[in-house]
């Protein structure tokens, strides 16, 4: 007679969360509502990327924001200053969201009036990569001073992301940043990631990230 049993509790939970995940895009797809999951490291310039992206397009689309964290309000507050709808999501010290949590949060933001929700996920390269969301794409942001081997470091973030934007490229002749590197290193984990080189302090390439986000929209939306 066995003394114990394995419970493959990893593989259980993410299938649980996949489904939900799948559940809540039909959700969205029928309200819709265009979710974006915004992820990075901390300090990469994901709430300043943020600020400029919803001055790019806050005229066009009701969106709405909700800012994962751990603690503090710090960046909610800074993205309702833009005059957009902002909700701050406490973690509880998990370091990421799944489909629940996000479901949870959707439901706290009101998307009832919102034509883009994004979700600025905890600020971390491991943990928000392994699940679902639920959001209908991902986008991560790699800053220069972080280097151009992430994408080698970080295979499943990189993988799952459909938009990389490389921002701080203001800084790129102070940096051993190799851009060109940078990106095949991200067309090997994910060919058919598309790459958007940004300064989010100038708002250089900006408006082409504004485009994409814009063009996906209007697609899910139809």
């Given at each position: 007679m066995e003394k114990f049993r394995v419970l493959e509790i990893k593989q259980s939970v993410f299938a649980d969360n996949d489904k939900r995940a799948e559940e809540l895009r039909k959700e969205l797809k029928e309200k819709k509502v265009f979710l974006l999951?915004?992820?990075?490291?901390?300090?990469?310039?994901?709430?300043?990327?943020?600020?400029?992206?919803?001055e790019q397009l806050k005229d066009e689309m009701k969106i709405g924001v909700m800012e994962a964290d751990i603690d503090s309000d710090v960046d909610a507050r800074t993205i309702s200053d833009l005059g957009v709808k902002a909700i701050q999501l406490?973690?509880?010290?998990?370091?990421?969201?799944?489909?629940?949590?996000?479901?949870?949060g959707l439901e706290g933001l009101e998307t009832g009036d919102v034509d883009l929700a994004i979700l600025e996920n905890v600020g971390n390269l491991v943990c928000p990569a392994e699940f679902d969301?639920?959001?209908?794409?991902?986008?991560?942001?790699l800053s220069v001073p972080e280097g151009d081997d992430k994408p080698l470091k970080y295979p499943?973030?990189?993988?799952i992301c459909d938009v990389v934007l490389i921002n701080k490229i203001d800084v790129l002749p102070y940096f051993d940043f190799d851009m060109e590197k940078c990106e095949q290193n991200i067309k090997?984990?994910?060919p058919n990631a598309k790459i958007i080189p940004i300064c989010a302090r100038t708002g250089e390439g900006v408006d082409k990230w504004a485009d994409w986000l814009r063009s996906e929209v209007k697609a899910w939306k139809e």
């Open positions: 999951n915004l992820m990075s490291s901390p300090g990469s310039g994901k709430t300043t990327t943020l600020s400029r992206t919803i406490h973690t509880g010290g998990m370091c990421h969201l799944d489909a629940d949590m996000t479901a949870q969301t639920g959001a209908v794409k991902n986008a991560m942001i499943l973030m990189f993988s090997m984990r994910n």
